[in-house]
């Protein structure tokens, strides 16, 4: 079964880096560039899956990430999936921010590609891109010893 991952961030080159990383990983990603548009996207699914998981950056124009999170944990009749928060602000307040606002797990910009599919692994309770990312830290951690 194909997992389906919204990535919400208003850079396309980031947009691009997760969309690689996340869709290597064997999942099927689609985008979009602010929570607005990811709005949008998640209510106008009609016959196509949900989204089971949302990789989602706070500072965008139109609707930032925690107002998307806020507005999908609002959602009535969408199914609810975890939120995972990557963003530049490095911040303890920032994470507590993203948890207030319903997001489940928070990375600091630049993700690691490794520590990002892992966490999206864990978040999609995938067992087997959880172990392959795990397996793949734990040799960059070694072989920097």
């Known amino acids: ?14 947009r691009l ?3 690689k990383m996340l869709g290597d990983a064997g999942w099927h990603i689609d985008e979009a560039g602010n929570g607005l548009e990811a709005l949008e996207r998640v209510t106008g699914r009609g016959a196509e899956p949900p ?3 949302y990789v989602c950056d706070i500072n965008m124009p139109k609707m930032d990430g925690y107002a998307f999170v806020r507005e999908l944990r609002r959602l009535a009749g969408v199914p609810q999936a975890p939120v995972l928060m990557v963003s530049t602000e490095a911040q303890s307040q920032d994470s507590r921010a993203a948890q207030d606002a319903g997001a489940n797990a928070y990375l600091v910009k630049p993700a690691r590609p490794a520590e990002l599919v892992l966490t999206a692994a864990l978040l999609l309770g995938d067992a087997g891109a959880a172990r392959r990312a795990a397996a793949q830290i734990a040799a960059a951690t070694a072989g920097a010893h």
Request: no cysteine.
């Open 1 to 14: 079964m194909t997992r389906h991952i919204l990535v919400i961030d208003d850079a396309a080159t980031v």
């Open 17 to 19: 880096y997760h969309r």
């Open 51 to 53: 989204y089971e998981l």
